[in-house]
C-alpha cells in the first residue's frame, strides 16, 4: 500500500496541474520553452560538498562525473547515467539527488551526460552522439567498462543505445538499470488510456508528440526511437522498475515479457500504486526502490569480479 507521504505527493501533483505538461501539444512547447529558459539544473553546493563533481564536455556538450570524496571511488564498473525528461526537457534537481545517493551507497562513480535534446537534436543526431561518448570513454579506459542507468526517456535511450552498440559489434555495458522506461514513443498499449485517468504527472497527447519530435527522420517505430520493438537478444542483465500508476508501465511490462523470450537475464519490479519515476521522489517508495538499484549495482559488481565471470 503507497505511503501517506506518497498520497499527499499524488494530491500535490494534482494541485499543481503537473499534468499539463502533457496535456496538449501547446502544452508540451510551452513547457519546453519554460525548461530551455530556466536551463539544465547542476549540482548543487551542498552536493559539491558532499561528492567529488568534476565537469568535462563532449562535442560541445557537458558532462559531469561524480565520485565519492572521502572514500575511494569504487573499481565496479561506472555508471552512465541518462536522465528523463521525454527527449525534450533537461535534467533537474530531483535526477541529481537519485545520482547523488546511488553515489554515496554503492562508492561508484557516475556519468551523467546533458545530451543533446529534440526537437533540435532528433534520435539520429542523439544516438549517434551518445555512440561517441561511449567511444571516446573507451579510447581512454580501454580495461575498463561502463554500466547503463536512466529513467523515463533516459531509460529508452539506454536500451537503444546498448543495441546500437550490440548493432556495431562494439563494447556493451555490463549491465542496465531501466526506472520507469520509455521503451515505445506512441505509447501504443490499449490499456494506456485507461491509465492515464489515473496517472498524475503524464498525458498521452503530450507524451506522443515529444516522441514524434524526437523520432525525427527515423520515425516514431525505428527500434533506436522504440526499442521494445528491436530485437533484444544479446544484451546484458537488466534491471526494470516499472510503477503501476504510470501510462508508461504496460510497454515497460512488454519489454520484460520481450526480455525474457530473449532470454536476457531480467529482474524486475513492479510497484503497486506507484507514479512515473518514483524513485527520484521524496517518498519512502524512492528509499526502497534506490536501495534496490545498490542491491542490483552490487551483484553486477560481484559478477563483473568473479573467476567465471
Excluded at 234 to 244: D, H
Aim: net charge neutral; hydrophobic share 45%.
Amino acid at each position: 500500500m503507497p505511503s501517506l507521504r506518497s498520497h499527499l505527493l499524488v494530491a500535490l501533483l494534482k494541485l499543481i496541474r503537473r499534468k499539463r505538461i502533457y496535456a496538449s501539444v501547446e502544452g508540451l512547447m510551452r513547457g519546453i520553452a519554460d525548461v530551455r529558459a530556466e536551463g539544465p539544473h547542476r549540482p548543487s553546493a551542498t552536493l559539491q560538498t558532499r561528492l567529488s563533481i568534476q565537469l568535462g564536455s563532449h562535442q560541445g556538450h557537458d558532462v559531469y562525473t561524480v565520485s565519492p570524496r572521502e572514500a575511494a571511488p569504487s573499481s565496479a564498473a561506472p555508471v552512465l547515467y541518462w536522465h528523463g525528461g521525454a527527449y525534450v526537457r533537461p535534467i533537474n534537481r530531483y535526477h541529481w539527488d537519485l545520482i547523488a545517493d546511488l553515489v554515496t551507497q554503492t562508492g561508484r562513480t557516475f556519468v551523467v551526460p546533458f545530451y543533446p535534446l529534440a526537437p533540435e537534436h532528433p534520435a539520429p543526431h542523439v544516438i549517434a552522439w551518445a555512440m561517441s561518448l561511449c567511444a571516446a570513454w573507451q579510447a581512454h579506459r580501454p580495461t575498463q567498462p561502463l554500466a547503463f542507468m536512466g529513467d523515463s526517456a533516459g531509460g529508452g535511450l539506454a536500451l537503444a543505445l546498448t543495441l546500437a552498440l550490440r548493432d556495431d559489434d562494439l563494447p556493451l555495458p555490463s549491465s542496465l538499470a531501466l526506472i520507469c522506461p520509455w521503451v515505445d514513443v506512441r505509447v501504443p498499449h490499449p490499456q494506456a488510456e485507461q491509465t492515464a485517468r489515473i496517472d498524475p504527472m503524464l498525458a498521452l497527447a503530450g507524451a506522443r508528440e515529444a516522441g514524434r519530435l524526437y523520432a525525427g527522420e527515423w520515425g516514431t517505430a525505428h527500434p533506436y526511437v522504440s526499442p521494445l520493438q528491436a530485437d533484444l537478444r544479446g544484451l546484458p542483465p537488466v534491471t526494470l522498475l516499472v510503477g503501476a500508476r504510470d501510462i508508461l508501465s504496460h510497454d515497460a511490462l512488454a519489454l520484460a515479457d520481450r526480455l525474457r523470450d530473449a532470454q536476457v537475464p531480467l529482474h524486475l519490479s513492479v510497484a503497486p500504486g506507484m507514479v512515473h519515476v518514483w524513485p527520484v521522489l521524496p517518498i519512502p517508495e524512492a528509499h526502497q526502490a534506490r536501495s534496490l538499484l545498490v542491491q542490483r549495482l552490487n551483484d553486477d559488481t560481484n559478477a563483473s569480479s568473479s573467476p567465471s565471470a
